[in-house]
């Protein structure tokens, strides 16, 4: 049996084509020619000839390769999930075997090494934080020089008052003679409004410091005045005895008896 060979025509490169795909060439007729007629000049010489087909029963049909139209690259990385699933990569998760500890004991201690560490420094960074805002907030040197007074007691007379000021408030210093000090002693303490003996309220008998501020609204009370010969506040009449406490009027509380000491060498009384 005789096979008959077709031609090929190898189409030029085009730079368009169809919506179909077939490049277009419009320089080439496609239609088949005349019936009988396969001599004639025209397009689709490649179409196999009636009387060969009958002949042998078998037909090549001829197939036109066209190149690829147009301008192109080639693509030779993909990240669509159906080329890596094709790929046989699509859902695979990665093997992180190499990467895992060989020893799990130790990878834990080493993982308490570091949380324990982390923690050292950041209570380190804490602290050091906190004490540079209490340093800020912490009063400075001269305002603790003026937190402190001292008062020369050569300079006060038995029988005399003295007051100072002293962080923006009067304080009344009473060198008491021993007459004041017996009969601020011989109070009965249960008769007192705010019960406080004389001895709870001096360090030395024969001194006596207190904040000059009445305990009622915060007038200043005047001295060698009242009913107890003590201090008599004008503002609505109250009266304190020789050692300072309430006795009569509105005020509530003994006169506040603040932080102070002696400084014998230097026979000075420090306030604060
Ligand atoms: S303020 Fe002193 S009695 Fe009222």
């Not at 419009?26 to 490649?46: N, Y």
């Not at 075997?97 to 324990?116: I, K, Q, W």
């Not at 705010?194 to 609204?217: A, F």
Request: aromatic letters at 6%.
């Amino acid at each position: 049996m005789a096979l008959l060979s077709t031609s090929r025509i190898n189409l030029l490169p085009t730079s368009r084509a169809l919506a179909s795909g077939v490049p277009f060439a419009p320089k080439l007729a496609l239609s088949l020619p005349p019936q009988g007629d396969h001599h004639a000049a025209g397009p689709r010489s490649d179409v196999v000839p009636k009387w060969a087909a009958r002949a042998t029963g078998s037909v090549n049909v001829s197939r036109v390769s066209a190149p690829p139209t147009g301008i192109f690259s080639q693509r030779f990385f993909s990240t669509s999930s159906r080329a890596l699933a094709a790929a046989g990569n699509g859902s695979q998760v990665p093997d992180w075997t190499p990467y895992e500890a060989s020893n799990a004991d130790s990878n834990r201690t080493l993982s308490y090494f570091m949380v324990g560490s982390l923690g050292v420094l950041a209570a380190s960074g804490a602290k050091s934080t906190v004490a540079d805002i209490l340093s800020n907030m912490a009063a400075s040197a001269d305002v603790l020089a003026l937190a402190k007074i001292e008062v020369e007691m050569g300079s006060i007379p038995e029988g005399k008052n003295l007051i100072v000021k002293w962080r923006g408030k009067p304080v009344f210093i009473r060198h008491r003679t021993a007459d004041e000090i017996e009969e601020a002693r011989a109070v009965d303490i249960k008769s007192l409004r705010d019960p406080q003996t004389d001895e709870d309220r001096t360090q030395r008998p024969e001194w006596l410091v207190m904040l000059g501020v009445c305990t009622h609204l915060g007038c200043v009370p005047i001295g060698e005045a009242g009913d107890y010969g003590g201090w008599f506040c004008p503002c609505h009449g109250s009266h304190y005895d020789i050692s300072g406490r309430i006795r009569r009027g509105p005020a509530p509380l003994n006169l506040e008896v603040p932080e102070y000491a002696f400084n014998d060498e230097e026979e000075k009384l420090v306030i604060g």
